[in-house]
C-alpha cells in the first residue's frame, strides 16, 4: 500500500504574541508541522505498520519546508517530495489543491492522508478539493485507521459521537487531532532522515485569478463590566449578590 501525506508548513503558534495597540499578530519566523498534518503522518505510519508498504510526503512550500520534511522523515515516512512555491497562502486553496494533486497524479498513491485543516489558515478545503480534483471519495474528522482486509475502516468523530466507516481505497482521508499522540523523531531516526530521497520538483501553478482573499488577522478587543461589592459584612455581601442574581433572571 502507498500512503501519501499532504503537510504544511504554518508559523509557530508557540510563539505567537499579539500586538495589544493594533490587535495584530506578531509572528517569530519560527515556523512548525500544522499539527493536524503531524496526526495524519502518525496515522499513516500506524497504517504502514498494520499493512505494510510504503509513507511519502509532499509538502509545498518555499525552501524552508525541508524542515517539516525531515521531521517527518524522522518519524518514520520512507520518502518525501519538496514542491516549491513560495507562498502557498497567496494562492487561493483550489489552486494549491491543483498543485498538489498534479504530484499525487505521478505518485499514483492507494491512500492519500491530511489534516482536517491548518493551524494558520483554518480553511479545511484544500483536502476535499484534492478528493474531488483525483475524483476519490473521502472522510473527514478521522481519528483511527484499521486495514480490514481489501477495505479501511475508520473511525471518525461526530457531533455526538464516534461513527465506524468502511472504505475501500482509492481515498483521501482527512485526520483529526487529539487520538493517537504523534510519535517524537528518535535520535537514530534522525540520522536515518539524512539519507531518505527527497524529490524536489517546481510548482506547476494554474493561471487563474485568485478566487478568494482574506483580511488581516486581528485580535477582537476585549471588554469587561462588572459589580464590585466591598466594605459590606459578608451576609450583606452575599444579600446583595443573590439580589444582583434575582434582578438578572439568574436565579
Do not use: C
Not at 513560495?86 to 498538489?100: H, K, S
Not at 455526538?160 to 535520535?187: C, E, H, W
Amino acid at each position: 500500500m502507498h500512503i501519501v501525506v499532504l503537510v504544511k508548513q504554518v508559523p509557530d503558534l508557540n510563539t505567537l504574541k499579539i500586538d495589544h495597540a493594533t490587535g495584530k499578530p506578531v509572528f517569530s519566523g519560527q515556523k512548525a508541522t500544522s499539527s493536524f498534518d503531524e496526526y495524519a503522518v502518525e496515522e499513516a505510519l500506524r497504517l504502514k505498520e498494520k499493512a505494510g508498504g510504503e509513507v511519502t510526503i509532499v509538502s509545498a512550500g518555499p525552501p524552508t519546508v525541508k524542515e517539516v520534511i525531515t521531521r517527518a522523515l524522522a518519524m518514520g515516512v520512507d520518502k518525501a517530495v519538496q514542491v516549491t512555491l513560495p507562498d502557498p497562502n497567496a494562492l487561493d486553496t483550489l489552486a494549491v489543491a491543483q498543485v498538489l494533486t498534479g504530484e499525487l497524479q505521478k505518485l499514483s498513491p492507494d491512500v492519500v492522508l491530511a489534516g482536517q485543516t491548518s493551524d494558520d489558515e483554518q480553511t479545511g478545503q484544500v483536502g476535499p478539493q484534492v478528493a474531488e480534483l483525483l475524483g476519490w471519495p473521502h472522510v473527514s474528522a478521522v481519528t483511527e485507521i484499521e486495514a480490514d482486509g481489501e477495505a479501511l475502516k475508520i473511525q471518525r468523530d461526530t457531533e455526538d459521537g464516534k461513527q465506524i466507516v468502511s472504505v475501500a481505497p482509492p481515498v483521501v482521508l482527512l485526520a483529526l487531532t487529539g487520538q493517537n499522540t504523534p510519535r517524537l523523531p528518535s535520535i537514530k531516526g534522525m540520522m536515518a532522515a539524512k539519507r531518505k530521497p527527497v524529490e524536489q520538483v517546481e510548482a506547476t501553478v494554474p493561471k487563474t485569478k485568485s478566487r478568494i482573499s482574506w483580511s488581516e488577522p486581528k485580535s477582537p478587543e476585549r471588554s469587561a463590566t462588572g459589580t464590585i461589592v466591598q466594605d459590606v459584612p459578608p451576609a450583606e455581601a452575599a444579600k446583595q449578590l443573590v439580589g444582583w442574581l434575582k434582578e438578572n433572571k439568574l436565579l
